[in-house]
């Protein structure tokens, strides 16, 4: 079982960036796709972006696309989410998770990182 810890998150202004980490344990990390999720108060946890096991393909919901970049080091068993112009409506938890096929989540969750946008 992956075990996945996730970071960076914090409290930013309207407009501003963050960049999100997430690392995994295990071997096989290189071996499969990864995802980025998020959960506002009051709603349902949402998808938000998924990389594949090599990295040459991505994928994003369409609130976050051209805003947010999902990337990943193999070498460092790392996945990251760099947020740019992010606003109120980003405020959520957001969580790693992997294995993903397609945007479903087959494999573990991270604990969660909270990312607050103030207006």
């Known amino acids: 079982q992956v075990q996945l810890a996730e970071s960076g998150g914090g409290l930013v202004q309207a407009g501003g960036s963050l960049r999100l980490s997430c690392a995994a344990s295990?071997?096989?990390?290189?071996?499969?796709?990864m995802g980025w999720f998020r959960q506002a108060p009051g709603k349902e946890r949402e998808f938000v972006a998924i990389?594949?096991?090599?990295?040459?393909?991505?994928y994003y919901a369409s609130s976050v696309k051209g805003r947010f970049t999902i990337s990943r080091d193999n070498a460092k068993n790392t996945v990251y989410l760099q947020m740019n112009s992010l606003n109120p409506q980003d405020t959520a938890v957001y969580y790693c998770?992997?294995?993903?096929?397609?945007?479903?989540?087959?494999?573990?969750w991270g604990q969660g990182t909270q990312v607050s946008v103030s207006s």
């Open positions: 295990g071997r096989t990390f290189s071996s499969y796709a």
């Open positions: 998770a992997g294995p993903v096929v397609g945007t479903t989540v087959v494999g573990s």
């Open positions: 990389i594949s096991a090599s990295g040459g393909n991505t």
